[in-house]
């Protein structure tokens, strides 16, 4: 079932979902600390008439849950200019169906931004940047390379030691943290540009797309 302005409106706002977070809550409240909104992103969507509504779909163990969503809330916190629901996946599969292809249903977090009275789909948004996509397939490799004294943390993860798999669970989260200022002016920019895009196409010209792809585009 799509989102209609009552669903929608049974989603949790940004304070209440980082207040029940139970996963991922420091690492997250540390990227949003950090990312810092381009002048050009701010004053779009500042200059907007009325806020739009984004719907979110999503997990907290996500990693790009992580480095996504503070970025969000930190342009809608800074703007005044976005009206943010959030949906957990695992209790909202229907909105998942209808806003992910049947190829990506599993995907988090997803964004999907409507028009204020109407609720016209303009704008999709799926998982985070693909600008960033490689510097995110290289995280394991640079830690890995950051750590030679760990004796098994080049091994297959069943068969590490359980303060191995702490250790890069620890390093993952700090990878993200440690790029927030970068990568949130970059994801800033991407739902500006959905955003645009979206707003510009006439009605029942469907939504505009950004985010991560899949399967990528071939070289």
Known sequence: M??????FL??????EHMANMKINKERFSQVLANVEIAVEDKEY??????????GVITEDWCGDHVSTVP???KLADDTGKLDVRVFMRDQNWDLAEVYLPENRRDTV??????????MRH???????????????DGMEDEIKKAHPEVPDISKD???MSESTRNLLRHERGMFRVNRAH??????????REVVVAGLARNPGEGPAQGGTKWPPDPD
């Open 2 to 7: 799509a989102l209609t302005t009552e669903r």
């Open 10 to 15: 049974q989603g949790m706002t940004p304070s």
């Open 45 to 54: 969507f500042s200059n907007l008439p009325s806020p739009l509504r984004v």
């Open 71 to 73: 970025v969000l809330y």
């Open 109 to 118: 977090p997803v964004f999907a931004f409507f028009t204020p009275d109407d």
């Open 122 to 136: 303009i704008g999709l948004f799926i998982e985070t940047s693909q600008e960033l996509v490689p510097d995110i």
């Open 157 to 159: 993860v069943n068969e």
């Open 182 to 191: 970068e990568w949130g002016k970059v994801i800033s920019r991407n739902f």
